[in-house]
């Protein structure tokens, strides 16, 4: 079973990083696609990123292309959300979903608790 923790949230500036993590304890973590979503207060959580499980294909939304990463450790039952140039706007609660399989950004099936991140002007 997939069970989803996300982690390295917190307050930062305009122009500012974060990284951001979701560990797996699962055995299988390494076969599913992952994405990161994020909502922001009283919006619709929306796509972020994905990940393929192999890690050689990459998605990202046109608002955070150029300035966020993701990337992944299946040794370490690992995803990581690397945020650049963060703004304002990207503030929002983020979370971490997976999926056996190919991506399919409509239709992942496990998810994590979230981890908030405020970015400040």
């Known amino acids: 079973q997939v069970q989803l923790v996300e982690s390295g949230g917190g307050l930062v500036q305009a122009g500012g990083s974060l990284r951001l993590s979701c560990a797996d304890s699962?055995?299988?973590?390494?076969?599913?696609?992952v994405g990161w979503f994020r909502q922001a207060p009283g919006k619709e959580r929306k796509f972020v990123a994905a990940i393929s499980w192999s890690g050689d294909r990459l998605y990202y939304a046109d608002s955070v292309k150029g300035r966020f990463t993701i990337s992944r450790d299946n040794a370490k039952n690992m995803v990581y959300l690397q945020m650049n140039s963060l703004k304002p706007e990207d503030t929002a609660v983020y979370y971490c979903?997976?999926?056996?399989?190919?991506?399919?950004?409509?239709?992942?099936?496990?998810w994590g608790q979230g981890t908030q991140v405020y970015v400040s002007s």
């Open positions: 699962g055995r299988t973590f390494s076969t599913y696609a």
């Open positions: 979903a997976a999926r056996s399989g190919d991506i399919d950004i409509k239709k992942f099936d496990y």
